[in-house]
C-alpha cells in the first residue's frame, strides 16, 4: 500500500546563492523555494518541469534541500509579495523532520509581506511564527478530490477533511486565509459546495482551472482513460469555454471574495476576470 511513511525518497542537500528570486506569478513579485521537489507527488503537478534541472528520478522521489536558505534568508530584504512556494510544498513531510520552513520563517524580516500556500495541515505547527508578520496570508489548496480519485491523483497530500479544518483553526488564531480552489476539471470539482464548506474561515479564493498543458503528458492520457468526459470537456476549446462561463456564474453568485481566477483560455478569462480581482 502506498503511504507517506513507507515511500523511499532521496533527499539532495545543497546551498543557495540567495533566498528570494522574482516572479511572474499572479500575486507575487517574489518566490522563496527552501525545498525543490515535493513528496505529495500529486499526479498533475505544474512543478514536474524542475525535473529538466534536477534529474534524481521520477517526481515525488526526491526532494532538494536548500540547506542554507535560514541563514540567507536572514541577510535579504525584498519589497513587494512573496510567495512561498512555487516548486514544492512547505510542508511537505520532510518538514515535520528538518523544519527548514519554520527556520527560515523564524529568520525572515517579519515586515515581509508574505502568502504560503499549501494541502497540509503540518500548517498548523507554525502558528507562533505566522503571528509575528505584519503581514501574511496562508493558503491551503482544497479540491475535494477523495476515495480512489484522491488516491490515483493526490496520493500522499493529506485529505480535503484536514486541509478545511486547518482552515478553520488558522481563522480562529486570527490568521488571514485563503482558499486555492485548483485544478478545477469538470465534474471532479465541485466549486459551489467547496465554497459553501469554506466560506465561513476563509478572507479570499483563488480559483484555477486545470491547465492541460501543463499538467504533462501522463496525467493527460490518465484522465483521457479514466475519465474521459472531463477529458473531452477540457480538451475542446469551446466546450471548455461554455464549462468556465458556468463555473464563473457559481462564483460570481456565492459572493465570496475573489482574489484571482487563473483560466488558461485567454479569451474568457479576458472577459471574464477583469472585474473580479480585488
Ligand atoms: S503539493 Fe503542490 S508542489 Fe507538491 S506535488 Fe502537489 S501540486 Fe506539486
Not at 513528496?39 to 528520478?57: E, I, P, S, V
Request: hydrophobic share 35%; charged share 30%; net charge positive.
Amino acid at each position: 500500500m502506498r503511504g507517506e511513511s513507507k515511500k523511499m525518497i532521496k533527499i539532495v542537500k545543497i546551498k543557495a546563492r540567495k533566498a528570494f528570486t522574482s516572479t511572474k506569478i499572479p500575486g507575487a513579485n517574489y518566490v522563496v523555494n527552501q525545498y525543490v521537489g515535493c513528496q505529495h507527488a500529486c499526479r498533475y503537478c505544474y512543478a514536474r518541469f524542475m525535473g529538466k534541472w534536477y534529474d534524481y528520478g521520477e517526481w515525488g522521489s526526491w526532494i532538494v534541500v536548500k540547506e542554507n536558505l535560514p541563514e540567507l534568508v536572514r541577510g535579504e530584504r525584498v519589497k513587494g509579495k512573496v510567495y512561498m512556494s512555487s516548486v514544492s510544498d512547505p510542508y511537505q513531510p520532510i518538514e515535520r523532520e528538518i523544519k527548514l520552513t519554520r527556520r527560515v520563517l523564524e529568520n525572515m524580516d517579519k515586515d515581509t509581506r508574505l502568502s504560503i500556500l499549501t494541502k497540509s495541515d503540518l500548517v498548523l505547527r507554525d502558528v507562533d511564527v505566522f503571528k509575528k508578520f505584519k503581514d501574511i496570508e496562508v493558503g491551503l489548496t482544497i479540491n475535494g478530490f477523495d476515495g480512489r480519485l484522491k488516491r490515483e491523483v493526490e496520493p500522499f497530500a493529506p485529505s480535503n477533511r484536514k486541509r478545511i479544518e486547518a482552515l478553520r483553526l488558522l481563522h480562529e488564531n486570527d490568521i488571514k486565509t485563503y482558499v486555492f480552489v485548483s485544478p478545477i476539471i469538470p465534474d471532479l470539482v465541485d466549486v459551489e459546495q467547496l465554497i459553501r464548506e469554506t466560506k465561513r474561515f476563509v478572507d479570499f479564493y483563488w480559483f484555477e482551472f486545470l491547465n492541460l498543458k501543463a499538467s504533462g503528458r501522463e496525467f493527460r492520457e490518465w484522465l483521457k482513460q479514466s475519465y474521459p468526459e472531463s477529458y473531452d470537456v477540457i480538451s475542446n476549446k469551446s466546450r471548455a469555454e461554455r464549462y468556465v462561463k458556468e463555473v464563473l456564474n457559481v462564483v460570481k453568485k456565492s459572493n465570496v471574495s475573489v482574489r484571482g481566477i487563473c483560466v488558461h483560455y485567454p479569451k474568457i478569462c479576458n472577459e471574464e476576470t477583469s472585474n473580479k480581482r480585488n
